[in-house]
Each structure stands twice: as structure tokens, then as C-alpha cells.
């Protein structure tokens, strides 16, 4: 019962996938920490300086914190005030021989920037998978819809027609904008390394008695043992927090594209084209029991919300550091830099949900172009009487007034547009009444849209889904599905 006493955030505890929960949790990252300690101490051993391999096999094998041990350390920091130096002797009670060197020569920093150096850099890699996942399954809709006609809209007002698989590809192309903004942010993203307390490598120089390459030798082992290409080449006491605008940007151009997408597939619900999946127990309303709310939709959107404002946060913080570095970033990003990619996560994973079982209603997509489409044929109607022989001004007279006549039925009395049925009622257009079906056929009003539906899918698409990750990922790829 103790879980339902405090507040726990929604975003892990309703939402999240359990391996982006898991690598913001306490859990992982005070293993982090221990993982970097044992690389310090490694690369430090290497080096000359005098660590036994007792000290480095007792923390191999106490990498991972028991229960008791985060007992031990919460009451330290307690004591303290200081998390790092509870974490510091928590894991010295159980490597007892490696207590007197567990974090030689570092700053606090060294564990705490570095560890969420790579939580930056499993977190972008797991959105990228995401990504690659969401697209293929978008892909699939598109090209599954690419021929089918349906009303376009500007201004949500009834345009010409477009399909809607091109519809689709216009979400597929943003998302493809996404994975190449959060691939550079990946591949850009490098490590603190060892730097010291204001980044001036002091006291390792010191431990080293001055030899600068010994010095530089260790911090690029420790960069090579923690899994990354490089090191940052100056820092402060901490990496630099425009590292975490350059990261938190992408995610909220991604917040911004899947709210444009949830927010498309709303409105066409509204409009009863294509609906979000519906569990036959779910219930939409607690008092309209015949609703079937958008409720997925409506949740990519409010986090989508989240998600764009945080970056704020990443601005603000980077700018107030003062001179090599003040605590005042510490609190904001504990929350701003974990809340931002547990957000990213549900938004992509919901929007897979979504994409995995989308509804489209051929009919009712029929009947509201069969709506608008009398009014669209117009100009075909008056070209083709003039091919016939007809005058054009005439005819557009002619079309004119039957259009006028048609939007009152429709506008003033809440009748169906019976424009065509005036059409074929009046002999002036004798000539042509043949050819009205073939006039008046969706398919020949929407352009290039299959046409081009089927070149982005090859020549943009295909590649991307087609490369080395691309494939592991979506082969490997199961459907998900919501908690909640």
C-alpha cells in the first residue's frame, strides 16, 4: 500500500515503456556510477597507479545495489547532504578493497555528468528504434491507401481531393525529419571523460606527478571503457548544458510533428473517415455510452505539449551557468532531462498503437466527397462542353447559376448538393451527359497522389527502413500495447 500513499509521476507509472523507465531509475543509475568508478579505477590501474585486483574484482562483482545498500546510502546522504560521497561509501561497505581509491581524482561530476552522458546517449538510441518502428508502420497504411481518394482540406474548409495514403505520407516525411535531427544529436553526443573539479585535470596531474600524456591517456581509456568515440576536449566541472539543448531540441520537434499527426487523425474521427482502434470493452464516456472518443490522439497531444515546453528548461539552465559551473542546474535537471524522454517514449509508442490498428471508413469518405465533388467538377464540366462545341462563357453561366441554385439546397434547407441531377435535368448539356461518370470520377481529381505516394515510399522511405538498424529493428518488432 505504500506505492498509493506518495505521488508517483503518470509518466512511469501509467505510460512509459519499462526500458525507458528503467534507465532513468535509481536502479540504473547508481549502477552507472558504479560502472564508472570501476572504469576509473581500471584505466587508473593501468596506468601505474598502485590498485590491487582484489579492489577491481570486488567491484566487478557489486556493480549492482541490494536493497540494503540503498538503505545504507539514503541514510548517508542523510547525514551528508551529498549523494555522491553516500554512494561513495555504500559501495566502499561491500568492495571493502577498494574503498581507499573508489573515485580517485574525480569530482562529483565525473559520475553524475558522465552517467547522463549515457543515459542521453541509450535514450536517443531506444527513440530511434521507436522511430524506425512507427515509420515502417505508417509506410504500411500509406501504400495500403495510396489510391483511395478523400477530401483534402485548407483551413479545414473542403478542398481538392488527395488520397489518403499522400495524406499520410506528409506524417511519415516529418518523422523522417525527426530520425535524422535525433541520429546527428546521437551522433554528436560525446563524453565528459575526466576533467577534474573545474576542468583543468589538476588533481589526476597531480596523482600522475605531472605527466601530462598519462593524464591524457586516462581520460581517453575511460571515454573507450564507457562505450563512447570521444571526449569532450574542454569542459568545467561539468560537460556543457548546451549539450542538453542540442539533445532536448529534436525530442521537441518530435512533440510538435506528433501532435500534427494526432491532431489529423482527431479531427477525422470527428468526421467519422478514419478512427483510432476502439476495444470492444472500452468505453468512451461515463455518461454517453455510444462515444467513441479519441482518447489515444488526445493523450499524444497533451504530451506532445509537455514535451515541446521542456526544451525550455535545457535553454534556461544552460544559461545561467556561471563561470565553470552552479548548482541551480542540478534539481531542474533531474526532472527536465528524464521527464523528456519517458515523454518522447509514450508519444512514439501510443502513436504506434495508433498506427497499428487505424480504421478507415471507405464509404463515409465516399459519401463526403460525393458532398463537395459536383461543385469540384465544374471546370471539367465546362471544358468538356466546350470540347463539344459549346461556349465557354455560355456554359459557365449556365454552371453558375445550377451551382447557386444546388448551395441553397444544400446551405438554406439542409438538403443533399443536387447539382449533377440539374445537370442532367437540363437539355443544354445534352452533349455531354454521356460523360459524366468518367467527369465525376474521385480517382481523376486527385492528381499525382498514388503517384507520388509510391515514389516517396522507394526512393525515401525504403532506404531508411532498409538500413542496417532499420531491419533489425522493425524484423525484431512486436505490436505494442497500452496499459492504459
Known amino acids: 500500500m505504500e506505492a498509493f500513499d506518495t505521488y508517483q509521476t503518470p509518466l512511469s507509472s501509467r505510460y512509459a515503456s519499462k526500458e525507458m523507465a ?18 576509473l579505477a581500471i584505466a587508473e590501474k593501468e596506468l601505474g597507479l598502485p590498485i590491487s585486483d582484489e579492489a577491481i574484482l570486488q567491484m566487478k562483482d557489486n556493480l549492482h545495489l541490494t536493497p540494503e545498500q540503498f538503505d545504507v546510502a539514503a541514510a548517508e546522504e542523510k547525514k551528508r547532504r551529498h549523494d555522491v560521497m553516500a554512494h561513495v561509501y555504500t559501495f566502499g561497505t561491500v568492495a571493502p578493497a577498494a574503498a581507499r581509491i573508489i573515485h580517485l581524482g574525480a569530482t562529483s561530476c565525473y559520475v553524475t555528468d558522465n552517467a547522463d552522458l549515457i543515459f542521453l546517449r541509450d535514450g536517443l538510441d531506444y527513440l530511434i528504434r521507436s522511430l524506425y518502428v512507427l515509420i515502417s508502420r505508417l509506410s504500411g497504411f500509406a501504400s495500403k491507401y495510396r489510391d ?5 482540406f485548407t483551413h479545414f474548409q473542403p478542398a481538392q481531393l488527395t488520397t489518403v495514403g499522400k495524406r499520410a505520407t506528409l506524417w511519415i516525411q516529418e518523422l523522417l525529419w525527426d530520425l535524422r535531427n535525433i541520429k546527428r544529436a546521437r551522433e554528436d553526443l560525446g563524453f565528459r571523460g575526466v576533467k577534474g573539479t573545474t576542468g583543468t585535470q589538476a588533481s589526476f596531474l597531480a596523482l600522475f606527478d605531472g605527466d601530462h600524456e598519462k593524464v591524457e591517456s586516462l581520460d581517453k581509456r575511460v571515454t573507450q571503457l564507457s562505450g563512447f568515440d570521444y571526449a569532450y576536449p574542454v569542459t568545467s566541472q561539468t560537460y556543457s548544458r548546451k549539450i542538453d539543448i542540442d539533445v532536448l531540441a529534436p525530442l521537441a520537434s518530435l512533440g510538435a510533428t506528433a501532435h500534427k499527426i494526432a491532431t489529423d487523425i482527431r479531427l477525422l474521427a470527428n468526421l467519422k473517415e478514419i478512427e483510432e482502434p476502439f476495444e470492444s470493452t472500452q468505453i468512451g464516456s461515463s455518461a454517453m455510452a455510444y462515444k467513441r472518443n479519441p482518447m489515444r490522439s488526445e493523450r499524444v497531444c497533451s504530451l506532445s505539449r509537455h514535451l515541446m515546453v521542456l526544451h525550455q528548461n535545457a535553454l534556461m539552465t544552460a544559461s545561467v551557468q556561471w563561470f565553470e559551473r552552479t548548482l541551480d542546474d542540478s534539481a531542474n535537471r533531474r526532472i527536465t532531462l528524464p521527464e523528456a524522454f519517458l515523454t518522447a517514449d509514450i508519444v512514439l509508442s501510443t502513436l504506434q498503437n495508433i498506427s497499428e490498428g487505424l480504421v478507415v471508413y471507405p464509404r463515409v469518405i465516399a459519401r463526403r466527397i460525393s458532398q463537395e465533388l459536383p461543385f469540384m467538377a465544374t471546370e471539367n464540366i465546362i471544358m468538356a462542353l466546350v470540347k463539344a462545341g459549346g461556349d465557354r462563357q455560355e456554359a459557365h453561366e449556365k454552371i453558375r447559376v445550377l451551382s447557386h441554385e444546388a448551395a441553397h439546397q444544400v446551405k438554406q434547407l439542409g438538403l443533399e448538393n443536387d447539382l449533377i441531377e440539374r445537370v442532367k435535368r437540363d437539355p443544354y448539356f445534352d452533349p455531354i451527359k454521356d460523360q459524366l461518370d468518367s467527369l465525376l470520377d474521385p480517382k481523376s481529381f486527385v492528381g499525382r497522389a498514388p503517384e507520388q505516394v509510391e515514389r516517396f515510399l522507394r526512393e525515401w522511405v525504403d532506404p531508411v527502413l532498409g538500413d542496417d538498424i532499420g531491419r533489425e529493428v522493425i524484423k525484431g518488432a512486436g505490436k505494442v500495447e497500452l496499459s492504459v
Open 148 to 152: 483511395l481518394p478523400t477530401l483534402g
Open 22 to 39: 528503467h534507465l532513468f531509475s535509481p536502479s540504473n543509475r547508481f549502477f552507472t556510477w558504479r560502472k564508472l568508478w570501476l572504469n
